[in-house]
């Protein structure tokens, strides 16, 4: 699976809009990006994922370039229960079922 | 639902000491994993399984030993813990069609120290 890239550590308004990028330079045509984030150490909770479009869903928006080479993660207002590690993470669905995680984002919301 | 439910919470072992740490699902999912996270970092892979009777090798195997004879459990034992076992340790199912639709679903975890 491709390797991904995050900043470490990002702020946030509460109420404002939280983007969080990600850069997969060397994503596959079969791979989906996916996102997942750790509240205080709880087991990681999935988001949303992708392939080449947009998508949307009750949590969050996901807009992937069209080169597919980066992607962000839009929390439309973030409030302050949404401060937690993010990670994004390359998958192919006929992979080995193997997820690779980096350090991700930590995404602090203030008050 | 349950989901992914793992026991104990919490663990504290001697060095040299055995242990399993239960996991099981109730989602009919084939495939089950377990990961360790350490302070400040990702997870990172131990053992895995894509149905009973199934395992495989992860990342970080060393010192794990896992069995899968119902698709329910996936226990994960410590052979003789060591310090460098200390860690934050999830459980993880999917199926071909939720890992499609969810992705994977995590237990809370079973915080272990080995002192």
């Known amino acids: 699976d491709a390797k991904t890239t995050q900043p470490p550590s990002m702020d946030c308004a509460e109420g404002r809009a939280a983007n969080l990028p990600c850069n997969h330079s060397?994503?596959?045509?079969?791979?989906?990006v996916y996102w997942y984030r750790q509240i205080h150490s709880q087991g990681p909770q999935y988001i949303i994922h992708g392939l080449k479009n947009n998508e949307t869903n009750e949590m969050a928006s996901l807009i992937i370039t069209e080169d597919r080479k980066s992607s962000t993660l839009i929390l439309p207002h973030a409030t302050l229960r949404d401060t937690a590690v993010y990670y994004c993470?390359?998958?192919?669905?006929?992979?080995?079922?193997?997820?690779?995680f980096g350090k991700g984002t930590k995404l602090s919301v203030i008050p | 639902n349950a989901g992914v439910t793992q026991t104990p919470k919490f663990q504290v072992l001697k060095t040299g000491q055995s242990m399993t740490l239960q996991c099981a699902q109730d989602?009919?999912?084939?495939?089950m994993s377990w990961y360790r996270q350490d302070p400040g970092m990702g997870l990172r892979l131990i053992h895995y399984?894509?149905?009973?009777?199934?395992?495989d090798q992860g990342e970080v195997p060393n010192g794990y030993n896992v069995s899968r004879s119902t698709t329910e459990d996936f226990p994960l034992r410590l052979l003789s813990a060591a310090p460098s076992q200390t860690s934050v340790y999830f459980c993880?199912?999917?199926?071909?069609?939720?890992?499609?639709?969810?992705?994977?679903?995590f237990g809370s975890g079973t915080r272990l120290t080995v002192v």
């Open positions: 060397t994503i596959s045509g079969n791979e989906y």
């Open positions: 989602m009919n999912h084939e495939y």
């Open positions: 993880a199912s999917s199926s071909p069609r939720d890992r499609g639709n969810y992705g994977y679903t």
């Open positions: 399984s894509v149905g009973a009777g199934i395992t």
């Open positions: 993470i390359v998958e192919s669905l006929a992979g080995s079922y193997q997820l690779t």
